[in-house]
Nanobody, 122 residues
Framework: QLQASGGGLVQAGGSLRLTCAAS????????MGWFRQAPGNEREFVAS????????KYADFVEGRFTISRDIAKNTVYLQMNSLRPEDTAVYYC?????????????????WGQGTLVTVSS
């Protein structure tokens, strides 16, 4: 089970930190990732981190503004988002991949959280 939190309303240029807490047999040896879906758009990859936390991948649009990290002991993954833009407005989902290494491939993710809404005002 994945529980995402930390979304909210923020002004452009602001920051948010999303948290995804995993429980059960979902993530201890698996990569985890963040995706997002804006109204009218398909779900898209944002960031992924390997099971040891040593490797990460980011979507091109991140442009160094977001950082994914994980606390293995707490079975939790974070997404620190800085310099937020209105186009970052979306529901953000965390997910667990079947792969142990960071991956952008959506089809490798087989457990999904419920999403947390991020709204960036201009």
């Amino acid at each position: 089970q994945l529980q995402a939190s930390g979304g909210g309303l923020v002004q452009a240029g602001g920051s948010l930190r999303l948290t995804c807490a995993a429980s059960g047999r979902t993530s201890s040896n698996n990569a985890m990732g963040w995706f997002r879906q804006a109204p009218g758009n398909e779900r898209e990859f944002v960031a992924s981190i390997g099971w040891k936390g040593g490797s990460a991948k980011y979507a091109d649009f991140v442009e160094g503004r977001f950082t994914i990290s994980r606390d293995i002991a707490k079975n939790t993954v974070y997404l620190q988002m800085n310099s937020l833009r209105p186009e970052d407005t979306a529901v953000y989902y965390c997910a667990v991949s079947r792969s142990p290494v960071a991956t952008m491939t959506t089809t490798t993710y087989n457990y999904w959280g419920q999403g947390t809404l991020v709204t960036v005002s201009s």
